[in-house]
């Protein structure tokens, strides 16, 4: 079965100091891989994919993930945080049980950044 | 804003009732996807329509359920609702099938049952 992981409930960074965010991922086939963040009160937004090609993903507010296959993970990076930037962080994969054409989201329990000036 | 539209907003009502919540997906996408999330469970899949006919089941309770309308939009039923429903519900869209294409989130609803 598809799973994700997000090891950290929580991620503690300086404003203007790099992060990251953990995802691990099993799945049998391809991955097809997302991120979303999560604003208090709001819906998700898409922050970025992986579905085929480079290893490194950018994606939206100067966000990137670096698709690691031997290590199954899909991490999220950005240089330099920013106060705004705390918020909920979702790893999700997509579940290709329904032949592979269309498929919801496997999502992981989420990680809360919070970066301090 | 994704262009994804959920109402209500906000719903309480008692155990025991029923509810629909209603979902307009992104202009021109054909698949909708309704999830719920919880402290307890996080973000759990309920079920995905296209084009008006249901394509995947989640984790989704005999006593809910869902369609999607010749104009797209869908809606949520939940019916002899209990405590634990109580719960952001959303919405999403994708234009078709295929498995690259992201998910547009909608605002949600949140359902509290007392």
């Known amino acids: 079965a598809q799973s994700v992981a997000q090891p950290e409930d929580q991620v503690n960074v300086a404003e203007g100091n790099p992060l990251t965010v953990k995802c691990t991922y099993s799945v049998s086939g391809n991955p097809y891989l997302f991120w979303y963040v999560q604003y208090p009160n709001r819906g998700l937004q898409f922050l970025l994919k992986y579905i085929t090609g480079d290893n490194l993903v950018k994606g939206s507010y100067g966000f990137e993930a670096e698709f690691n296959k031997s290590q199954t993970s899909f991490h999220l990076k950005k240089p330099s945080a920013l106060v705004s930037d705390s918020a909920l962080y979702f790893c999700a994969v997509r579940d290709v049980n329904y032949g592979g054409s269309q498929g919801n989201l496997i999502f992981g329990k989420g990680t809360k950044l919070s970066v301090k000036p | 804003d994704s262009g994804v539209t959920q109402t209500p907003k906000h719903l309480i009502t008692a155990t025991g009732q029923r509810v629909t919540l209603r979902c307009s997906p992104r202009s021109g996408d054909l698949s909708v996807y309704w999830y719920q999330q919880s402290l307890d469970q996080g973000l759990q899949f309920l079920i995905q329509y296209y084009n008006g006919e249901e394509r995947a089941k989640g984790n989704i309770l005999e006593r809910f359920s869902a369609q999607q309308f010749p104009d797209l939009h869908s809606e949520l039923n939940l019916s002899s609702l209990e405590l634990g429903d109580s719960a952001l519900y959303f919405c999403?869209?994708?234009?078709?099938?295929?498995?690259?294409?992201?998910?547009?989130f909608g605002p949600g609803t949140r359902l509290t049952v007392t």
């Open positions: 999403a869209s994708s234009p078709g099938q295929s498995s690259s294409y992201e998910q547009y």
